[in-house]
């Protein structure tokens, strides 16, 4: 029909002509003054010539313009951003960013597949693909306790959706360099017999030489975690495909990418953005960072458009080119990548000055969703841990944070013994609670933290990767307690009390991670959360993401779920003390 249409008169279908911008060039890398004619949601022609033959329905001028594809972001989150798809792609419309490959094992974690196909249900603007979970849970059931679990019967049922193009980060270290029959194997095997082609996607940190080579033997070919020029080396050497986040956009590692001209095997992501971050920008803020450390433009732009678009094999977007979907941005200039406007499938849909759009009525969750924090209240008696013999000093497993990123090393630290208990008041540490949420089996774990709280107070949260379990650590009990009846109130928050008063609240009713109030509102919540913690003495460059990790096992060195501390590589659970 289309061609039919074509050949009864072409001027009656070009529906948007884009005059005189520097297009970028994809393929020759480079920008080139020339026109550009769309039709429906496509790129038609683009030509250094006057097409105004082509009798167009709208002229844009862009004669001060650059011009490049829609931003592409193959490797995120959507609940880092605690706002549904529906909130997030207004948001990152916002920022020119037009496709994404989410992985949300997040809320697969709160409700397994359910959770899933919600997401999926919502309408967007933005194009949103998805990666299958492979981690759900990350390590196994007998070391964290979740709401769901996506096992090879959903990985099957998954693999037939339209909008699942890839399978997402597989995390479990043991299950996959060490235990053939574990579950991680068998979705791997899965994917590769009913999608051989998929692309797998990794969670390799500080994995080298014959670790690589088992990651890799077992099918997984990218990775998205902290790097070093070292890994960028070994890993790309290998055959591996980088995915860049903020906290490897350094100058070191951008040298090693300029100098060995490695731009076809990298890719910008986001990978966790933060909502009082997202408000500011999301992988055009990455992209602008990577500039700032050494990347020129040109390379930065490739990195964040047609590489992530065949890594993650679109055959339709990714460059401005006959054929392809017209996601385009017109920039005001290249260095501070400032953006005049958006569109997305040949329609505007974001112009610099316009207020960031909000649909509450496109949220749209079964009602089970606002309900689904199952836990206890915390006792005083929840808090005395007692100390099994007749010391007055013992010696305790710690888990130390960093004050960049989220690994975190096992440190052993003396704590004083007070009537039979743990003086962990008084220690200069912080005790740090998980509770199981879902009603399940009640399991609480317990821990000891060095580098977080300096101040009396305590944090709390239900946003506690990846099993989101309810999660409080502080430095009193009696903050503790109020942290922790907060969160309860609010059926799932990030909640931070001081000297016994609640100073700042981020309510997360759906799921206990996602809010349903607009951007702008969550972001000011998050930002006073934060604010609050750095207040108690917290000190890390992203306090909500080295704090929500503490839970996280799969990530090194130490962490903690509801059944205690647990070294990441070997599975082995730490004791609170030592014999």
Excluded at 16 to 28: H, K, R
Excluded at 206 to 230: C, I, W
Excluded at 365 to 378: D, I, K, M
Excluded at 404 to 409: N, Q, W
Aim: charged share 20%; hydrophobic share 40%.
């Amino acid at each position: 029909m289309f061609f039919s249409l074509f050949l009864k008169g072409l001027n009656k279908l070009i529906d948007l002509l884009i005059e005189n911008g520097q297009v970028f060039n994809a393929f020759l890398k480079c920008f080139e003054r020339k026109n550009i004619a769309i039709i429906n949601d496509r790129f038609y022609y683009i030509k250094e010539t006057n097409l105004r033959y082509l009798n167009p329905k709208e002229i844009v001028d862009a004669s001060d313009k650059f011009i490049i594809p829609g931003l592409i972001d193959i490797h995120m989150h959507i609940e880092s951003s605690m706002i549904p798809p529906s909130t997030f792609s207004g948001a990152a419309l916002f920022h020119g960013v037009t496709t994404v490959v989410a992985d949300s094992h997040e809320i697969a974690n709160v409700f397994g597949i359910e959770g899933i196909y919600a997401f999926m249900a919502q309408d967007t603007v933005m194009d949103i693909f998805y990666a299958i979970p492979s981690s759900v849970p990350s390590t196994v059931p007998e070391r964290e306790t979740t709401g769901g679990i996506i096992g090879t019967a959903e990985v099957t049922e998954l693999l037939e959706h339209p909008k699942v193009i890839a399978l997402g980060e597989a995390m479990n270290f043991k299950g996959i360099t060490s235990e053939p029959d574990s579950l991680i194997r068998n979705i791997l095997q899965t994917v590769q017999t009913n999608k051989p082609f998929m692309p797998l996607e990794g969670h390799i940190p500080r994995v080298e030489g014959e670790d690589l080579a088992k990651f890799m033997y077992a099918g997984l070919n990218a990775d998205h975690t902290h790097q070093s020029p070292e890994s960028i080396l070994e890993k790309i050497g290998s055959g591996i495909f980088i995915e860049l986040q903020k906290k490897s956009l350094t100058k070191e590692n951008i040298a090693v990418i300029n100098e060995h001209q490695l731009f076809e095997h990298v890719a910008l992501i986001t990978d966790d953005i933060m909502p009082d971050n997202l408000i500011e920008g999301h992988l055009n803020a990455n992209l602008r960072l990577g500039i700032q450390e050494g990347l020129d433009p040109v390379d930065a732009i490739y990195m964040s458009t047609y590489t992530p678009a065949r890594r993650m094999g679109f055959q339709d977007r990714g460059a401005i080119a006959s054929g392809l979907k017209a996601d385009f941005i017109l920039l005001n200039d290249l260095e501070s990548f400032a953006i005049d406007c958006v569109y997305k499938d040949g329609r505007l849909v974001h112009r610099s000055g316009d207020a960031l759009a909000f649909d509450q009525e496109a949220l749209d969750f079964p009602s089970h969703f606002y309900s689904s924090v199952n836990c206890a209240e915390l006792t005083l008696d929840d808090l005395r841990i007692p100390v099994s013999r007749d010391v007055s000093e013992v010696m305790c497993n710690v888990i130390q944070i960093q004050s960049v990123g989220t690994f975190t090393e096992h440190v052993k630290r003396p704590v004083k013994v007070k009537n039979g208990y743990l003086d962990w008041e008084a220690s200069g540490l912080s005790l740090i609670i998980v509770q199981e949420r879902y009603g399940k089996n009640r399991q609480v774990g317990y821990g000891l933290v060095e580098g977080a709280l300096s101040d009396k107070g305590a944090v709390a949260t239900t946003w506690a990767h990846d099993h989101h379990n309810l999660m409080v650590m502080g430095t009193s009990s009696e903050d503790i307690l109020q942290a922790q009846r907060e969160v309860l109130s609010l059926n799932g928050a990030y909640v931070v009390s001081q000297d016994g008063e609640v100073v700042a609240t981020c309510p997360l009713p759906i799921g206990g991670i996602l809010s349903d109030k607009a951007l702008p509102e969550i972001g000011r919540d998050l930002k006073a959360v934060r604010q609050a913690m750095v207040n108690l003495g917290y000190d890390n460059t992203n306090e909500i993401m080295s704090f929500s990790t503490l839970s996280l096992p799969v990530s090194p060195q130490i962490k903690i779920t509801d059944f205690g501390m647990m070294d990441v590589h070997t599975h082995q659970l730490i004791p609170l003390m030592e014999d």
